[in-house]
């Protein structure tokens, strides 16, 4: 752990950390909801990789480029870059977190209908 403090800051890291979140969260979240049979996927670039059988290792060398640039920038003397790079982390990590517990909502949204339509 020494060599991250040494080398990375607290903002750094936690940018990184909601990155892969984020990132973590909606994957999980997409896959669980397209197996649900009344949900589709809507983005036309998901579902190309779904087809072409490489949406999760696309999202994994997402996840490793993500983290790999902060872990690079942060080690950079420009402050500039380092504040761009954490902001740009921080950014699509809330995108894709926001994205997340959204499929969350929608899952629960469609459970609850499913429950309701089967009682009557």
Not at 29 to 52: C, D, H, K, R, W
Not at 84 to 94: E, K
Request: proline share 2%.
């Amino acid at each position: 752990m020494k060599i991250l403090n040494d080398n990375i800051g607290k903002a750094e890291l936690l940018a990184m950390i909601l990155f892969t979140s984020g990132c973590i969260v909606d994957h999980i979240t997409t896959q669980y909801g397209l197996s649900l049979p009344t949900v589709e996927e809507a983005n036309p670039i998901v579902l190309f990789m779904i087809g072409a059988g490489v949406w999760n290792v696309v999202e994994i060398l997402i996840i490793l480029l993500g983290t790999t640039s902060g872990f690079i920038l942060s080690s950079t003397r420009s402050r500039g870059m380092v504040t761009m790079s954490i902001l740009a982390l921080m950014v699509v990590g809330l995108v894709r977190l926001y994205a997340g517990v959204h499929n969350i909502v929608l899952i629960s949204n469609i459970g609850s209908v499913l429950e309701v339509t089967s009682i009557h």
